[in-house]
């Protein structure tokens, strides 16, 4: 069975940084394209970058309001993605979720950004 | 930027066929994907690739496309139906875009 678990969300001061991470089992993330997707208390989806996989050139594509600020990784001993996250704003405040091919998602994980 | 435009709401009677739109320049060339998210939960993938169904969807959800629009069928309504749904689809460059979304309410 496929299932993803992410952890490692909390409080924020703006201007920091905060690593969440996505535990995947059932499947092995090296052969997967991952994406990392958003929701803002009370608003919509919004997708956050992808991973794809090394055979696919291994290319990391994010959205603009987060490029160059957060970098997608995975560590393929631990079957693990993770969605570094620096000079946070109070704007990246949300649920994040991963997903792989928007097939199977994981439960999210809630970063909120506040002095 | 891209953007996939949905209408903000939708009202249906149980029983009663709901639409769902999304319209956006790119998908004459692109596929798009909708999900359905009841609070609290994550999303759900209900229909792929404009028309197909994945296993375990029921049958009363359907997808469409012409043109720039993809459209979001679902027959014969039932109360369980209620949530948002959300149109996605990627841009010129590969990048995915989710639409603006759309809360569905049986009355």
């Known amino acids: 069975e496929v299932q993803l678990v992410e952890s490692g969300g909390g409080l924020v001061k703006p201007g920091g940084s905060l690593r969440v991470s996505c535990a995947a089992s059932g499947f092995t993330l090296t052969n997967a394209w991952m994406n990392w997707v958003r929701q803002a208390p009370g608003k919509g989806l919004e997708w956050v970058g992808r991973i794809k996989t090394e055979t696919d050139g291994g290319t990391k594509d994010y959205a603009a309001p987060v490029k160059g600020r957060f970098t997608i990784s995975r560590d393929d001993s631990k079957n693990t993605l993770y969605l570094q996250m620096n000079s946070l704003k109070t704007e990246d405040t949300a649920v994040y979720y991963c997903?792989?091919?928007?097939?199977?998602w994981g439960q999210g994980t809630l970063v909120t950004v506040s002095s | 930027s891209y953007e996939l435009t949905q209408p903000p709401s939708v009202s249906v009677s149980p029983g009663q066929t709901a639409r769902v739109t999304c319209s956006g320049d790119g998908l004459a060339k692109k596929y798009g994907s909708w999900f359905q998210q009841k609070p609290g939960q994550a999303p759900v993938v209900m229909i792929y690739?404009?028309?197909e169904r994945p296993s375990g969807i029921p049958e009363r959800f359907s997808g469409s496309s012409s043109g720039t629009t993809v459209t979001l069928t679902i027959s014969g309504v039932q109360a369980e139906d209620e949530a948002d749904y959300y149109c996605l689809s990627s841009d010129s460059s590969g990048n995915y875009v989710f639409g603006t979304g759309t809360q569905v309410t049986v009355l």
């Open positions: 690739q404009d028309t």
């Open positions: 997903t792989w091919g928007f097939q199977h």
